[in-house]
């Protein structure tokens, strides 16, 4: 019996993939637990390996091309079994010399209809929380037929009426060359940029859009819209953390960064002030019981946001450690669902760029950030009215009006400042 394989989904936020690699071919015996392929995600590149053993009888996507979850990748069964069924090819490719990634291949063309045999097939829908990576198994038919009507689901045929388009203008990229939702949009997307004043003449790249980049605009357009921001700034005194950082950091062997020292002074804040630690979740506000800091990481494709979880039990020694281990693993790419998912506040901190006040994007659905500015030496007038010069650092955070009100936040801030100008308290 074949086993279609599709798309799985990785993370929470995924919504396609793409192969950066395959591992097998088609012909080669599979094994279960074999390394299958590289599935690039929005957050990290994971191993896939096989779920069942046979032999590859279908690659149904080259290395490199997007893919939406649920689509069909491949296809393990016996040498030889017939699987013409699960596999057609598009509108306008007949009579085409192509590749045959299997034994027998059917033709989806519009209006000729065929009748052939189907095998029986179990589709491989593989779903991977940050809680469970479980795999589980569903039965499907093959691609359906609109005799002689364009295939097209009733989404896109409704969408094509409304926006007054011929569908046979399409080409879709379903399966069997199914006209779906996102083939209607992009013939849009494109519609509209043809009616667009010309671009200005001269020298350009076009970058084209990993999947990372392509949910960083997703999610955080969305929260701009959806989530009513405001900010609130304090400035902080960093000159007691600065003298006590290298004397804790040779009594714990390992070197601790001020991001690390605002991290644990976040986590006992938000201990005191649990609105800040909460979601909204349209009929309630979802306060969460663990405290669990996401911290921005910078890598060359975008941002990524690693999670240390129980951040308020851990002591500084050890958040050092942690943040250091995710924080590599973030730019090599190797991070796991359970280390960049699940977050209930997040950190982003520019000030090793500089940078020295900025508002940040609060990370759906969480209900505020913090941006961290540099630490900096700035003159301090004293209540005696003395002038010093002290190394102060500027933090903004940014709010869900939703969930949280001006003084709540303000009172976050409050506490913080204590726990970072007294830093004995984070030792408690």
């Not at 851990?314 to 699940?342: M, W």
């Not at 006040?357 to 005696?384: D, H, M, R, S, W």
Request: aromatic share 4%.
């Amino acid at each position: 019996m074949a086993e279609v394989i599709e798309m799985p989904r990785l993370s929470d936020t995924m919504t396609e993939g793409v192969i950066a690699r395959w591992h097998k071919k088609v012909g080669d015996s599979v094994k279960p637990g074999d390394l299958l392929a590289e599935i690039e995600t929005d957050k990290a590149t994971m191993e896939f390996e096989a779920p069942v053993g046979g032999v590859l009888l279908h690659i149904g996507v080259p290395e490199g091309q997007p893919v939406p979850i649920g689509q069909i990748i491949a296809i393990i069964g016996k040498a030889g079994e017939d699987i013409s069924a699960l596999v057609g090819k598009k509108p306008g490719e007949e009579g085409k010399d192509k590749p045959d990634h299997t034994k027998q291949e059917v033709s989806a063309v519009v209006g000729e209809k065929q009748t052939v045999a189907q095998p029986s097939v179990t589709s491989w829908a593989s779903t991977v929380s940050p809680s469970s990576q479980g795999r589980s198994l569903k039965s499907v038919s093959p691609p359906p037929t609109d005799g002689d009507r364009l295939k097209a689901s009733p989404l896109a045929r409704a969408i094509a009426r409304e926006k007054g388009i011929d569908l046979r203008e399409i080409t879709g990229t379903g399966e069997g060359g199914r006209i779906i939702r996102r083939d209607v949009e992009a013939h849009l997307t494109q519609a509209v940029r043809k009616e667009l004043p010309s671009a200005p003449e001269g020298a350009y790249t076009d970058r084209p859009l990993t999947q990372m980049r392509k949910t960083i605009a997703r999610r955080l357009t969305t929260s701009m819209q959806e989530a009513p921001h405001f900010y609130l700034t304090i400035s902080v005194s960093m000159e007691k953390i600065a003298q006590w950082r290298s004397h804790l950091s040779q009594l714990a062997g390992i070197k601790i960064s001020f991001n690390d020292f605002i991290l644990k002074a976040c986590s006992l804040a938000l201990r005191r002030h649990p609105l800040l630690n909460a979601s909204w979740v349209g009929e309630a506000i979802r306060i969460y019981h663990d405290i669990h800091i996401g911290f921005a990481v910078a890598i060359e494709e975008g941002l990524i946001v690693p999670v240390l979880r129980h951040a308020d039990r851990k002591g500084l020694a050890e958040i050092a450690q942690e943040t250091q281990v995710l924080a590599e693993k973030a730019r090599q790419r190797k991070l796991a669902p359970e280390e960049y998912t699940g977050s209930t506040f997040s950190v982003s901190n520019l000030g090793m760029f500089g940078i020295e006040e900025f508002t940040a994007v609060i990370n759906p659905p969480e209900a505020a950030i913090l941006a961290v500015g540099a630490i900096q030496p700035t003159p301090v007038v004293k209540e005696e009215g003395q002038v010093m010069v002290e190394r102060r650092m500027r933090l903004t955070l940014s709010c869900d009006h939703r969930v949280v009100d001006g003084a709540t936040g303000a009172q976050f801030l409050q506490t913080l400042k204590q726990l970072l100008e007294e830093p004995e308290r984070l030792l408690l």
